[in-house]
């Protein structure tokens, strides 16, 4: 059974930083697509980052590119996303997931998710 647990959300002002955190077990996920997708209230969940298995190809919500850095550790079974210059547009519940097959911008291509990590921007 696959787990993942988001973690390193919470409160900042506008312009500040977070860095997510995914960490993995159950399984190695070094095969996998790690995704980040996000959800604000009363909004339907979005991509926002993804990477392949080897950490070579990575892929960005028009959104978030040139602010957020996404990048996995296979040897921790882990997966970050760096958030820079955050708006308080970014704010919402930030998921972490992971697909077999690359097609980063599909829901319904993951087949674990975990729980999200609330983000939550001041202006």
């Known amino acids: 059974q696959v787990q993942l647990v988001e973690s390193g959300g919470g409160l900042v002002q506008a312009g500040g930083s977070l860095r997510l955190s995914c960490a993995a077990s159950?399984?190695?996920?070094?095969?996998?697509?790690m995704g980040w997708f996000r959800q604000a209230p009363g909004k339907e969940r979005e991509f926002v980052a993804a990477?392949?298995?080897?950490?070579?190809?990575?892929y960005y919500a028009d959104s978030v590119k040139g602010r957020f850095t996404i990048s996995r550790d296979n040897a921790k079974n882990t997966a970050y996303l760096q958030m820079n210059s955050l708006k308080p547009d970014d704010t919402a519940v930030y998921y972490c997931?992971?697909?077999?097959?690359?097609?980063?911008?599909?829901?319904?291509?993951?087949?674990?998710w975990g729980q999200g990590t609330q983000v939550i921007v001041s202006s």
């Open positions: 997931a992971a697909a077999l097959k690359w097609g980063p911008v599909n829901l319904i291509r993951y087949d674990y």
């Open positions: 159950g399984r190695s996920l070094s095969n996998y697509v």
């Open positions: 990477i392949s298995g080897g950490g070579s190809g990575t």
